[in-house]
């Protein structure tokens, strides 16, 4: 087995879609944010958990309270093939058996004689994972199937997402054949791995943009931003290349037809990621002691948090708001004050007592707004320090600037 997984099985669902995906991103390091490291927490709680570590070994958390979810649903699943039947796997080493770059980590694999299910862990509290669709289970499903050497009858993908803001159940599950498998494997799956050898594959412009590591250098992704604005994409015309005149008319969306709509539409989310990339490279360079014209990044407000989550609980637990206010995790406190009645003026101000601020961001604003500059004095600094701590500028510029 090849010991890099050059597609690997977590990001199925991207290289699937974009076949430039494995070669924009060789050589970028995962990016870090809130969102990853609490994934990254849960992941690690629940491995050890499956290990046989006692939730009282963890300090309670949002993390853990996640990741308990998980593993309760596990042991269910467990009890009912039979502990002393059924094999459970966390964090599982498996390989596809169509190509050998194709491996990863499944975070459970529960299998017995004739029943397998893989079982996702999914932190998100905002982008729904749907069961349905989803091409990283029915692989990590084919290669467990191979690695362990598997002949199941039955076969089930489940989706435990218990963050998501939605309506839908936190955990979701699919039964599915082995027909079912190879032929996504033989239709969907093997083509796409093959059209990511081309080593000049166009790539696809999509939400999962959002997650990709080379997006800040990419010609698909301002190609695609190009064209929502102007309406066609020249192959020399770039983002920053795009008329004035042309945005402008386009703010009125009755100019498209509802075919052209609905295109313009798909590329919300990458334009979206598009701008918000721009301010995070912007905020760099200020924040690293240079200039970026006419604009500063200033200190945000932090986003508001629970002083004492056990207490907000008990003051819900009394009332009819408890059944919409947590189901697993406690929601934010603007979701809670949401859902209290007008009239229950008591509640609404003793939940607003238990209200707190969390630490701020860097927010990018033009220099004639309010607020002073978060950005270091460098020019303060002695010289002499200033040639041992030179400031440099290492983030990568948006292909549009190169």
Request: charged residues 25%; aromatic residues 6%; contains cysteine.
């Amino acid at each position: 087995m090849s010991d890099h997984a050059r597609l690997s099985l977590s990001h199925t669902d991207t290289w699937l879609v974009c076949a430039a995906w494995p070669r924009m991103v060789e050589g970028f390091d995962d990016e870090e944010s809130p969102e990853i490291e609490f994934g990254n927490v849960s992941h690690g709680l629940l491995e050890n958990l499956l290990l046989g570590k006692s939730p009282d070994d963890f300090t309670p958390s949002e993390e853990l309270a996640c990741a308990m979810i998980a593993y309760d649903y596990v042991q269910k699943r467990w009890a009912e093939m039979g502990f002393d039947k059924a094999s459970c796997i966390a964090e599982a080493q498996v390989r596809n058996p169509a190509r050998d770059d194709l491996w990863g980590s499944a975070d459970v694999v529960l299998f017995d004689g004739s029943e397998l299910e893989i079982i996702d862990l999914k932190t998100g509290a905002g982008t729904y994972v749907d069961e349905q669709t989803s091409g990283q289970l029915m692989n990590y499903a084919l290669a467990a199937i191979e690695t362990f050497e598997l002949n199941p009858t039955t076969i089930k993908l489940t989706i435990v997402q218990p963050r998501y803001w939605g309506n839908e159940a936190p955990i979701r599950t699919r039964e599915v054949s082995r027909g079912d498998l190879a032929a996504w494997s033989a239709n969907i799956m093997l083509p796409a791995a093959a059209a990511t050898d081309d080593p000049n594959a166009p790539g696809t412009a999509s939400v999962k943009c959002k997650r990709c590591a080379g997006r800040h250098t990419c010609q698909y992704r301002d190609a695609a931003v190009a064209d929502a604005l102007e309406g066609h994409h020249p192959t020399d015309t770039t983002t920053m290349e795009v008329q004035e005149s042309m945005i402008r008319a386009n703010q009125d969306a009755v100019i498209y037809d509802n075919e052209r709509l609905s295109e313009v539409l798909m590329l919300i989310p990458v334009i979206r990621d598009y701008c918000d990339s721009l301010e995070e490279h912007a905020k760099e360079i200020i924040m690293k002691g240079e200039r970026v014209s006419g604009y500063k990044v200033v200190a945000a407000g932090g986003r508001s948090k629970w002083l004492d989550e056990d207490a907000v609980k008990d003051a819900l637990n009394k009332t009819q708001v408890n059944k919409n206010a947590y189901k697993h995790v406690l929601k934010t406190p603007k979701q809670v004050l949401s859902l209290v009645p007008k009239t229950n003026k008591k509640l609404a101000k003793k939940l607003e007592d238990l209200i707190g601020t969390g630490s701020g961001s860097l927010k990018l604003v033009l220099e004639s707004e309010k607020g002073e500059s978060a950005a270091p004095q460098f020019d303060a600094i002695p010289p002499i320090l200033q040639e041992q701590n030179p400031v440099e500028t290492t983030a990568e510029l948006p292909a549009f600037l190169l």
